[in-house]
C-alpha cells in the first residue's frame, strides 16, 4: 500500500506521489546548492488545499511551526 500523508491544513490524507515538492531554499538558490546542503528542508503542498506540510529531508520529522 502506498504511503499517505495527513496535511496539518485541511486534515485530508493523500498518496505521498500526489503532493507537489519543493526545497525551502528553491526561490534563492540554484540546484546544485540546493543538493550540496545537508538536510534540506522539503516543503510538500497539499493537493487538497495547496498549503504547505514542512518536513526534514533525512528523518521525515515534522518541523515545528513558530
Not at 540546484?31 to 529531508?57: A, D, H, M, T, Y
Request: hydrophobic share 30%; proline share 6%; aromatic share 6%.
Amino acid at each position: 500500500m502506498k504511503e499517505e500523508v495527513e496535511c496539518v491544513h485541511c486534515g485530508k490524507k493523500n498518496k505521498k506521489e500526489l503532493w507537489c515538492i519543493t526545497t525551502a531554499y528553491a526561490l534563492t538558490m540554484n540546484s546544485e546548492e540546493v543538493i550540496k546542503r545537508n538536510n534540506p528542508s522539503l516543503v510538500f503542498f497539499c493537493p487538497s488545499c495547496g498549503l504547505p506540510n514542512s518536513q526534514k529531508n533525512e528523518d521525515l520529522e515534522e518541523i515545528p511551526e513558530n
